[in-house]
């Protein structure tokens, strides 16, 4: 072998020695620094209720800070994609909801990230019902009595939303599909005008969280019939699940994932993995989560990825049936 071969071969072996040793050493000094949390709302928006308790806890586990950056726009798809065009070195991390994973691929023509290839899983962290709720002049004192109006009365009864293609909007139409009934959809533009609609009549039923609507289902201002996901919320356990109350196999809300950029660390991504997992289980988060209607829940990245397939497939065919699109 001549001279100027053998030089060749010694600097590829010290630039590939140099490349995984500096990976090596990359993840396993991080964090070093604080650590970005982006949620895909505003402030005060979907997923700041779990972002925020997630970050306070995670810190202290991490012995560094973790931020939460609010990038909102375009149903969560403006902060999806700054991280999916984010450094893959642990520092960038996203905290995407239902809409962002499962929904907006197919309520979008044109989505500028995409789910399955741009991200790393991390964990499934946590989930948060609906409460089907009614306004109190609808004559239905539970579910049964509902559909049972519904269908004796195709198209008089009226649920609003958040808006077209939103989780409220998805959450009825998968009721619509399974329990064969008509509603006319009423889409607000947020949940901020959807509500008063409901309280004052104007709509007749709607999904809406445990944030929003619990002070008036227990005022009596509003009446809850069910509860959106497979097992009673712990918040109000007397009320039955949808699928306990006629529509077996009914499940929707809003789930919490963890996620980053494609490529990062498997190590990395272990630790977070690990830490979230032990989060959820202890007091402290847990009782944060469960205070404002949310259930931790807990996953290893595969698992997680597993989900957001599954969901994926369920609601592109519940958006297509509905008929939402976004340009």
Do not use: C
Not at 132 to 154: R, S
Not at 164 to 185: Q, V, Y
Not at 265 to 275: E, F, K
């Amino acid at each position: 072998m001549n001279q100027t071969r053998r030089t060749a071969l010694a600097s590829a072996a010290a630039m590939l020695l140099a490349a995984s040793t500096g990976t090596a050493w990359a993840a396993g000094s991080w964090p070093d620094h604080p650590v970005r949390l982006i949620v895909p709302y505003p402030v005060g928006g979907g997923g700041d209720t779990a972002a925020r308790p997630l970050g306070i806890y995670l810190s202290k586990k991490l012995g560094q800070q973790i931020v939460v950056d609010n990038r909102g726009g375009a149903n969560g798809n403006i902060g999806m994609e700054l991280v999916a065009k984010s450094p893959a070195d642990g520092y960038t991390l996203v905290l995407a909801l239902t809409s962002q994973l499962a929904v907006n691929q197919t309520l979008y023509k044109q989505l500028s990230y995409d789910p399955a290839k741009d991200f790393e899983p991390i964990a499934l962290v946590a989930s948060a019902p609906y409460f089907l709720a009614l306004n109190p002049k609808v004559p239905a004192k539970d579910l049964k009595e509902f559909i049972a109006l519904a269908k004796a009365n195709p198209g008089k009864y009226s649920f609003g939303s958040s808006g077209n293609g939103s989780g409220p909007h998805l959450s009825m139409e998968l009721l619509k599909s399974m329990a064969g009934i008509d509603l006319l959809h009423v889409p607000f533009k947020g949940t901020g005008p959807a509500m008063p609609a409901l309280l004052g009549g104007d709509v007749d039923a709607m999904f809406v969280s445990y944030g929003v609507g619990s002070g008036q289902i227990k005022a009596g201002k509003l009446r809850a019939i069910a509860v959106s996901s497979s097992k009673r919320a712990p918040t109000l356990p007397d009320i039955p699940t949808i699928a306990e109350a006629g529509v077996p196999g009914y499940d929707s809300g809003v789930w919490y994932a963890l996620l980053a950029p494609k490529g990062t660390p498997a190590s990395i991504v272990q630790r977070i993995n690990t830490d979230i997992n032990a989060l959820l289980k202890e007091g402290d988060l847990k009782k944060a989560f469960l205070n404002d209607g949310i259930v931790p829940i807990g996953s290893t990245p595969e698992g997680l990825a597993t989900y957001i397939k599954s969901e994926s497939t369920k609601w592109a065919d519940i958006v297509r049936r509905s008929g939402a699109t976004i340009d």
